[in-house]
């Protein structure tokens, strides 16, 4: 079966601003924020009709080695009660008859985008005889993909998947990776500010917040939670209520955030201590000028003190002051191999959220020490699972 690969230049509504949560001295700001976001939309709805017939495309490409079938289009954006359809096809299947398919058209397949059209060609298809309702996106996430086999609607995305199944009609392909990454959406919640907002979430998922408190905890703006939480909640990993927003898939979220999660952001140097790991360990919990620790453990440093698995020669630490300082102090040498201490200066000061005292030394929370072990340290895998199983799990 063939398909075709299309670029689509879009934008979803999740990245624009709820005006509802907005405080008079948060307006200017929301304000050029929307107006940013609206230049994405444009080209969506300026070129709607040429959107559909690009989804009506990849749609027959993939009858197009059916034999026993035959498609054909009608009108776009079809008026039905209170809704539209955004395409109208008829299908001649031989020695079965004829089925109409309703195309619903997406900008994005995130999960709860697509539970919204399932609604719509739920009922949408009582108004037609013989009616099969098909989502075509630029991409359709497995979490999708399960919502609308469960619910008996067909899928098409622009990378090449699709599952389209009724009468003696079975047409399947799965496993095409995403040509369109959502790169906005993910530099949106994995940015520096948004990851503090996460961090705040990951402390305690089963804890209810309202915006501004949470905004106030993680110290960023109104308008950057309700970003969040629009991301968040298309990909309904949030739970909402009376009460505020609690993260429903904590797990889920921290399987996208490791795998977005650059640790090159950091500014890193390795030096050559002339000490042990302890050694080196416990001078780091000396006190700067600031009169807080030099640094903060982390990676293997800190999962020794959290989750011990592995054993390990090279310590890694974040550091407040910049690290020819530190290491200046301590006597240690820059070296290009053969290292016995990483320093790190931090791309943002999220990232010592949450650190604590473990036996007169400072370690970062389970959560960043998760995140480094995933994204730079070789053989830090086991050691994270470790964390993920024994710290962070249980306190969910």
Not at 48 to 74: H, M, T, Y
Not at 201 to 214: Q, T
Not at 273 to 281: L, P, Q
Request: hydrophobic content about 40%.
């Amino acid at each position: 079966m063939r398909h075709i690969s299309l670029k689509v230049s879009f934008s979803t509504n999740d990245e624009i601003c709820d005006f509802d949560e907005i405080v008079a001295s948060e307006l200017f700001h929301w304000y050029t924020a929307f107006q940013q976001a609206l230049k994405g939309c444009y080209l969506v709805k300026e070129n709607k009709s040429n959107f559909i017939d690009r989804a009506s495309i990849a749609v027959s490409q993939c009858f197009e080695d059916v034999p026993f079938c035959a498609l054909r289009w009608g009108r776009r954006e079809v008026p039905v009660g209170a809704g539209r359809i955004d395409r109208i096809g008829k299908l001649r299947i031989q020695d079965v008859g004829e089925r109409t398919l309703l195309l619903d058209v997406k900008e994005s397949g995130q999960p709860r985008i697509v539970r919204e059209a399932v609604n719509a060609l739920s009922r949408y298809r009582s108004s037609f005889k013989n009616a099969y309702g098909i989502v075509v996106a630029p991409f359709i996430s497995d979490a999708a993909a399960d919502i609308l086999r469960a619910e008996d609607i067909g899928y098409v995305d622009f990378a090449g998947n699709c599952r389209i199944c009724f009468d003696k009609v079975y047409i399947k392909e799965a496993g095409q990776s995403n040509p369109f990454t959502e790169k906005r959406d993910l530099r949106s919640l994995y940015s520096p500010k948004a990851e503090r907002i996460l961090r705040v979430l990951m402390r305690d998922p089963k804890v209810s917040w309202l915006v501004k408190p949470l905004a106030e905890a993680a110290g960023v703006s109104l308008g950057q939670v309700s970003n969040v939480k629009k991301l968040l909640h298309a990909r309904e990993w949030l739970r909402l209520n009376d009460s505020g927003l609690s993260l429903a898939q904590p797990q889920a979220l921290l399987a996208e955030w490791s795998a977005a999660y650059r640790f090159t952001r950091n500014r890193l140097g390795n030096f050559y201590a002339m000490a042990s790991v302890d050694e080196i360990e416990r001078a780091i919990a000396g006190k700067s000028q600031g009169g807080k620790p030099l640094g903060t453990l982390t990676a293997f440093s800190a999962a020794a003190r959290l989750a011990p698995t592995v054993r390990y020669q090279r310590v890694s630490a974040y550091v407040r002051e910049p690290m020819e300082a530190v290491a200046e102090r301590l006597g240690w040498k820059r070296v290009t191999s053969g290292s016995s201490v990483s320093l790190i200066e931090p791309y943002d000061e999220g990232v010592l959220m949450d650190s604590r005292d473990s036996d007169g030394v400072q370690i970062v929370s389970p959560l960043q020490a998760y995140l480094d072990l995933r994204g730079n340290v070789a053989r830090g895998e086991e050691a994270a699972e470790a964390l993920l199983r024994e710290v962070l799990k249980p306190s969910w």
